[in-house]
């Protein structure tokens, strides 16, 4: 076996699991899960109609590189969605669709790292799991750089000395973060994208949660936007990764897709083209419908915001309960430890909330997500409320 596999530790929710298994939560209650950050709105019906109306591709070997109208509609999504030049993003070799950023974010690394080189991929903490296990099976070294309560969990670039920089082949940014939903400001991509052209690294942008954002005038920049204002129309170096999972409530539908650097997506096509992993035929289709509507997304947006507003105001009179820049999760600062917070609340009130603590690594001397629990807003709106005040009742009892 692949001694690398060792490296693994266990998934947040592996964790999460074993610490309630001995909790015995109020019968009285039920359940709710605030954990898992899988959207629960409904799906688009007219994605569902796109997908039967499809069905007849299933007899149909899919392209790895996706069929041809995918890739524009994604190109000119992009290009609409980011302020992008006019055909600027050319759908025959800046766009690549993927089964899922999952799946994409873990094989990039697979196919940028160059083992005989030892080196480095930097990475946020608190972090996506996948950047993690994708840097030890790539063969590289995981490097975290922390994201705090100080800078508004926004990172710090500028703390990374040169060695690290140096020594980095790739670099992870998520952005809105996932567990935070802090928004790397567009100023700072611009200066990292100056420092990926002076040490000569890869940044890989997980923007997934890009399209959920609670001030419609302004949404997240991104990586690709930042590119061209300063100069680099090729995208050179950068590479974006964006799903349907979140902004179109389509987890299962496993659709997202890679954009960017042209150079950099070629070699990636040819690693995917024996990886075998080709969206099917179907949900190729079915995308192109969901990538083309905007109608549907400003409703979703409109529908967290309703829970966020509802949620915060039961919460902030007694906690430090704030809205993030964006994405669905709320970055619960917790008065006792985040593993006790957690544990406790399902035991008392039957409502399951993450431990900060499984989503970061110890680095610098701290661990960024202790003292922190994620409680994701998919649930509906009136299971969210009762969440909110089953949690105000746990935290009065708490101070108390």
């Known amino acids: ?30 359940h709710i899960a605030l954990s898992i950050g899988e959207p629960k709105h409904a799906a688009p019906e007219f994605v569902l109609k796109a997908i039967v109306d499809n069905l007849d591709g299933i007899n149909q070997y899919p392209l790895t590189r996706g069929i041809p109208k995918l890739r524009r509609s994604i190109a000119n999504w992009l290009e609409k969605r980011f302020s992008l030049r006019s055909g600027s993003v050319n759908p025959e070799v800046n766009v690549l669709p993927v089964n899922g950023t999952r799946e994409a974010l873990f094989a ?52 990374i000395d040169e060695t690290t920089w140096q020594q980095c082949e790739l670099l992870y940014i998520c952005t809105p973060g996932n567990p935070t939903g802090a928004v790397i400001p567009e100023a700072q991509l611009i200066e990292l994208i100056k420092k990926a052209e002076k040490y000569d690294f890869v940044i890989a942008s997980d923007e997934c949660y890009s399209e959920i954002y609670l001030d419609e005038s302004s949404p997240p920049p991104g990586l690709l936007e930042a590119a061209q204002k300063t100069g680099n129309d090729s995208f050179k170096n950068c590479v974006v990764f ?85 994405g669905f999760y709320i ?17 008392s009130q039957n409502v399951t909330v993450l431990p900060g603590s499984y989503l970061s690594r110890e680095s610098g001397g701290i661990n960024p997500g202790s003292s922190h629990v994620r409680m994701a807003l998919v649930a509906p709106f009136e299971e969210c409320i009762e969440a909110a005040n089953r949690i105000k009742t746990y935290i009065t009892n708490l101070n108390l």
């Open 1 to 30: 076996m692949n001694p690398d596999l060792n490296k693994l530790q266990p998934y947040p929710f592996e964790k999460l699991a074993a610490l309630k298994a001995d909790c015995n939560p109020p019968d009285q209650l039920d």
């Open 331 to 347: 970055w619960l600062n917790t008065p006792i430890d985040d593993e006790d917070f957690a544990k406790n609340l399902f035991a």
């Open 108 to 159: 990039f690394a697979q196919a940028i790292i160059d083992k005989d080189k030892n080196q480095t991929i930097l990475m946020p903490n608190p972090f996506y799991q996948i950047y993690e296990g994708a840097a030890y099976l790539s063969g590289a070294t995981p490097v975290f750089y922390n994201t705090v309560a100080k800078n508004n969990y926004v990172p710090d670039f500028d703390a």
């Open 242 to 326: 964006h799903s349907l999972s979140k902004r179109s409530n389509l987890p299962g539908m496993r659709s997202g897709f890679v954009a960017g650097d042209a150079e950099i997506l070629k070699q990636f096509l040819l690693y995917r083209t024996y990886h075998g992993c080709a969206m099917p035929p179907v949900h190729q289709h079915a995308s192109i419908y969901a990538w083309d509507d905007e109608k549907h997304v400003k409703q979703n947006r409109e529908m967290y915001k309703q829970k966020f507003d509802a949620v915060i105001d039961i919460l902030s009179p007694i906690i430090d309960a704030r809205k993030p820049d964006a």
